[in-house]
């Protein structure tokens, strides 16, 4: 076995030489940041030179999150992200795409395969047939088809794993809403029942006048009725309370047993917000990351298929033992050129271009769509802060002319259902005033999402 590789040791030299040289005279692949760059630039996105501006007042936190000085909300969120049953399945999405990676690699490596064989052809034994064998196979990936293959599939695996920090990022916003809804929720609860015992006592106060004839059926039947819609309204407001405690729950992965205790009041969010630059969250919100990574691997996966009218070279080696006592060793080299495939070669080609406009055109998508989510969430602030201040002003205006128009009832200038009429307006004054300042906890979370974070500024 050794002379025969001795033999042929200058043919092996020659072949193995000739593969390298032809190796490196071969053309790089374009890197993933030029991909990227080619395609943005192609993209007229319109966008403005900074935001619509808002006054700053100072700092700003670098983890959104903590912005609401929320310590409840901080360690829900952490719940969430550890327990979180979607998370998991996403999380093994990642796993799968990572392992496919691998598999796209295994292509630029040998292949080296160890087999045996025995055969007798009668019971003494005689002419008996066994050995071995020891063999190895390359291809040589000398256009990059291969390498382009495995740059491919390592953008799918960066998308896949861009997606899943955004469905994490997305969980935070969506535990973040659903634990301020929970306390509006509580807050219109405990409200309601409020509103319960003032006109319980009410009717305890109409039945006494009307014994002594203050005043007539009429009024201590409206009474009645009140309460009787403040009851409906309560056991209205306390479904909805259980409700959002079991959305809370299962986004952070417990049981929906409406357990989980709000706190009694809304956070209070700063009014102003920085000016930022909109092309910042191009490369600061997953999902557009994701996108890019998808217009790079569209563009590698096209490069593959334009390869594939290209020859192939494959080089295998192999040793093997007959009988224990012959050696075999071989070298061989092919090479096969496509010259008709029925268009099939052709049909992959004009899929790969197809799938790459697609994934240019749906990134050029997103980034206006993610830009309208920052505009819209910004001009929205303003918006809601306004009207939070007037509402403010409404609930304290209703609730004096609400206990005047009580004294005024007292003394008998006025009838029961003014007063109802008043009460009711302040009611529903404060159901706004709360419903604008959740309004404006969920707009702000809007706002992060859309940014991809907090509020700081790259210098």
């Keep these: 076995m050794l002379d025969f590789i001795k033999k042929n040791s200058m043919k092996n030299y020659f072949l193995v030489f000739g593969l390298f040289l032809i190796i490196g005279c071969a053309g790089d692949n374009p890197t993933y940041d030029n991909v990227i760059k080619k395609t943005t630039q192609k993209q007229n996105l319109n966008e403005p030179k900074s935001w619509t501006s808002v006054k700053d007042n100072g700092q700003i936190n670098i983890n959104w999150i903590k912005s609401f000085n929320d310590i409840k909300l901080e360690k829900l969120v952490k719940e969430s992200l550890k327990n979180n049953r979607q998370i998991k399945s996403l999380q093994a999405q990642v796993e799968s795409s990572k392992a496919l990676v691998k598999q796209a690699a295994s292509g630029l490596k040998p292949t080296v395969g160890l087999g045996g064989q ?29 390498e382009s293959s495995v740059s491919s599939a390592k953008q799918n695996f960066n998308a896949t794993q861009s997606d899943y920090e955004f469905a994490r990022q997305s969980l935070v916003g969506s535990v973040a ?74 986004l952070l992965g417990r049981y929906p047993s409406a357990s989980i205790q709000s706190i009694n009041k809304l956070v209070e969010i700063e009014k102003n917000i920085p000016v930022g630059i909109p092309s910042e969250i191009l490369n600061r919100r997953p999902d557009l990351i994701a996108a890019q990574q998808r217009v ?125 009429q008043m009460r009711n307006r302040y009611i529903s004054s404060e159901i706004s005033l709360l419903n604008i300042s959740s309004q404006r906890i969920f707009n702000r979370i809007n706002l992060h999402l859309a940014l991809g974070g907090g509020f700081e500024i790259s210098e």
């Design 296 to 420: 790079a691997s569209a563009f590698y996966k096209k490069r593959e298929a334009e390869l594939l009218k290209l020859p192939r070279f494959n080089f295998s080696i192999g040793a093997n033992i007959t009988n224990l006592t012959n050696a075999i060793s071989d070298l061989g080299a092919g090479i096969f050129a496509p010259l008709y495939t029925g268009g099939a070669i052709e049909s992959q080609v004009e899929n790969a271009t197809a799938n790459q406009k697609k994934a240019i055109e749906s990134y050029a998508q997103k980034a206006l769509l993610a830009f309208k989510d920052v505009e819209t969430a910004l001009s929205q602030e303003n918006k809601l802060i306004d009207q939070e201040g007037y509402l403010k002003e409404v609930v304290l205006d209703n609730k004096k002319a609400f206990e005047l128009t009580k004294a005024t009832f007292k003394v008998g200038k006025i009838e029961y259902l003014d007063v109802v």
């Design 118 to 146: 025995y055969s007798s052809r009668n019971a003494a034994g005689y002419d008996e047939i066994y050995g071995g064998g020891l063999t190895a196979s390359w291809e040589a990936d000398i256009w990059g088809r291969l």
């Design 177 to 250: 809403k659903a634990w301020y809804m929970s306390i509006n929720s509580k807050l219109q609860m405990q409200f309601a029942n409020n509103i319960v015992s003032l006109l319980t006592k009410e009717l305890e106060i109409m039945n006494a006048k009307y014994k002594v004839g203050i005043i007539d059926k009429r009024n201590v039947y409206l009474a009645k009725a009140n309460l009787s819609s403040a009851k409906d309204a309560y056991l209205k407001s306390l479904t909805a309370y259980e409700n959002s405690q079991r959305s809370l729950e299962i």
